[in-house]
């Protein structure tokens, strides 16, 4: 059963988002680390993004992950980077942050980079401790995109590293075609999107309300969004869909 949380204002919305960032320190430095936060691009969660830096958290530092970027050149404003840049350069954070973003380059370039700094981190099946991902108006998550080889490959169940047609220096991440510019993109596949302690998807508005019926539904399958969704609570994971109702 898929869990939809809707909010009546952007306060409600970001609040409980900022609950689950302190839960997510709050485990990880029981454990004596800091936290693994995995964070998606676009304009939705921008305004979460800000509220969470400006949150006055005690405990070891957070390491900020991208779960997918655009891949143009590094001062392009259409790469994802910028936004989290923007939001988290000053961080009330007692123990700070560190940003890990994608390096700019080829596809395979990108792809070889941030795959070595991940699994070198986190080793070869990475999990996070909350993820904040988001839903396209097509049903795409991060860079995973309905009827685009490459997501179809990313969105297999087969293990990290076991599909033949990705190097197996990419995994876990893969190589994209987005329906619209800049169409290159890359992205972490399911099973690193799905492997978190908290998952949160957020939308907002008239508009993603629709496409967040169409995914949570009965035929939701169709969509990234749910496949990933679909995966992370065979893992366990505590898994919901926070709608903002009023927006754009």
């Known amino acids: 059963m898929m869990v939809v949380r809707t909010f009546p204002s952007e306060t409600a919305w970001i609040g409980a988002v900022g ?3 302190e839960a997510a320190q ?26 969470l830096a400006a949150l006055p958290l005690r405990g070891p530092r957070i390491r900020l992950w991208l779960g997918d970027e655009r891949v143009v050149p590094a001062e392009d404003p259409a790469r994802n980077a910028g936004l989290i840049e923007r939001c988290f350069s000053r961080v009330a954070w007692e123990g700070g942050a560190e940003f890990v973003s994608w390096p700019a380059g080829t596809q395979e370039e990108t792809l070889g980079g941030f795959s070595a700094r991940l699994t070198t981190a986190l080793g070869d099946s990475p999990t996070f401790d909350l993820a904040l991902l ?17 997501s179809a ?9 076991t599909i033949a047609s990705i190097p197996a ?3 876990p991440a893969f ?3 987005a329906p619209k510019e800049p169409r290159q993109r890359v992205s972490l596949g399911l099973e690193a999107l799905a492997h978190s302690q908290l998952l949160r998807f957020l ?5 993603k309300a629709r496409i967040l019926a ?13 496949l990933v969704a679909d995966r992370a609570a065979e893992l366990g994971a505590d898994l919901a869909f926070y709608h903002l109702d009023s927006g754009s």
Do not use: K, M, Q
């Open 19 to 21: 609950r689950d960032l």
């Open 26 to 51: 709050g485990r990880a430095a029981a454990e004596g680390r800091g936290a693994e936060i995995l964070l998606s691009g676009g304009s939705t969660p921008e305004p979460v993004y800000r509220a």
């Open 169 to 171: 220096a990419a995994a």
């Open 203 to 207: 939308s907002r508005g008239a508009g």
């Open 134 to 150: 988001g839903i396209g108006d097509d049903g795409h998550t991060a860079g995973l995109f309905p009827g685009d080889p490459g």
């Open 153 to 161: 490959a990313a969105l297999s169940p087969e293990p990290l590293g």
């Open 214 to 226: 169409l995914v949570v539904s009965e035929g939701g399958r169709a969509y990234p969004a749910r």
């Open 175 to 177: 190589a994209t075609l």
